[in-house]
């Protein structure tokens, strides 16, 4: 499903408009979005839960040259489902 899907789908659900429902789904995202820059964990119970976790630095292998290289540590977004998901 990509974003146009989910907007027709949240105006059909909600009985909103498609430009209502566009502008719910992109604030939601938007405060998500937000919430992982401060590095805060998003918990959206039914559905999962959005974290950013440090990944440390370690050592890679350049696929062509097999040569080795140092990955740096970053920091990513994790997501975890809920349970309820799978059910």
């Known amino acids: 499903m990509n974003k146009t899907e989910l907007v027709n ?9 498609k430009t209502d ?10 405060s998500i979005a937000q919430a992982l820059a401060n590095e805060d ?11 950013v976790v440090e990944k ?3 050592t890679g292998l350049n696929p062509r040259t097999k040569e080795k290289i ?9 997501f975890k489902p809920s349970i309820e998901i799978g059910k």
């Open 9 to 17: 789908e949240i105006a059909a659900k909600a009985n909103l408009s």
């Open 21 to 30: 429902a566009k502008g719910a789904l992109d604030a939601c995202l938007e």
């Open 41 to 51: 964990k998003v918990q959206l119970l039914g559905f999962g839960t959005f974290q």
């Open 56 to 58: 440390s630095a370690r």
């Open 70 to 78: 140092e990955i740096p540590a970053k920091k990513v977004v994790k």
